[in-house]
C-alpha cells in the first residue's frame, strides 16, 4: 500500500539577521534533507535533542511553515502541485505541548470542540462535539460550558485532542503532546490516543524526547541530529540493536533502561554543534567515539543494514556500499 505521508529531501534554514540593517548573516540549518516516509494507520515516533528539527519537520509537514526545498507528498498527491496547503490542513490536524496556549481561552469547551465541525460545515456540530468530548472522556454535562482555565492540564489535552478530531483528519501530529503531563494522566492519554488511532482509523507523527512514551506508542521510531536522519526502524528493532553510535547514547542515557541490558555506552559528551555552523561530513563526529577520518570529510548516507530491510541507518560503520564500512570493528552488533 502507498504511504500516506512520503518526504524527500526536505530543508528548512532559518536565516538570522544581525547587523543595524538587519541583513542575513547566517542560517540555522534546522532541517537539512531528511526523507521519510509515514504507512496509513501507524505511528511514527520521531526523537532525538532538543534543536534536532523535530519540531520543525512537524511544522513542515502540517504547512505551519513553508520548506525552501524538498517534496511533501500526502495520499499521493504533492504540496504545492496537485495538493493546496487548504486541502492539507482538513487532512492534517496537530496537538502540541501547551494546552492552554493551544485554546482559546474565551470560548467554552464545547464552543471550541464544535468548531472544527462548523468549519467543514457539518451538520449538528453541537451534538457531533458533545459525542466527541464524551469519547475523549469528558462528561459534556459537566465540561461543556466550562472554559479552558478551570480544566486540569490532562483535561485540556483531552479536549485538544476532541477538537483535533472534530476536524476529520486522516493524521495527527502529536508534538510533545503528553509531556506536560503526570506520569498517571500521561499513561491514560497514551491509552486514549492508542484506541482513538484504530477507531478513527488514524495515522499519528509522535514527537516526543521521552523514548519509553515513544516505545509504547510507536510503530517505528526515527532519530534526529542536527537536523538530519540518522536512523530509522522498526520500535522492537531498534530496541534490540541501537545501529548508530548517537542512537547509543541517546538509549543508554534512559533512565529506566535494564543495567543488564545496558551497552557500556558512555553519556554523550558536551553540547550539540551549533547548527548554524554543523561538523562536515559526518554531523555527528565531533561527539561520536568510532569517528575516523573518512567521518569527518564525508557524509554518510541512509541505508538498511544487512537483512534488516526496514532498519535503516546513516553511519560508516555501517555502509558497506561505501566501502568505508568497519561493521564489526568495535561496534557490537
Ligand atoms: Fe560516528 Fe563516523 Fe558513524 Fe558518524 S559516520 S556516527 S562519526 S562512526
Ligand atoms: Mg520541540
Redesign the pocket.
Known sequence: AQPLVIVRDLQKHFPIRGGILGRTTAHVQAVDGVSFSVRKGETLGIVGESGCGKSTTARLLIGLIEKDKGEIIFDGQALGESLSLRDLRRDVQMVFQDSYASLNPRLTILDSVAFGARVQGLDEPEDRARSLMARVGLDPDRFAHRYPHELSGGQRQRVNIARALAMSPRLVVLDEAVSALDKSVEAQVLNLLTDLRREYGLTYIFISHDLNVVRYISDRILVMYLGEV?EVAPVDSIWQQQA???TRSLFSAMPSMDPDNRTKVPPLAGDPPNPINPPS??R??TR?R???A??KSAA?RLGALPGAPDHLT????HDAASGHSRAGMGIPA
Open positions: 540518522v548508530h553510535p548517537y561530513g559526518c555527528f563526529h561520536c568510532y569517528a575516523e573518512v567521518c554518510p546513516a553511519c560508516h560503520l
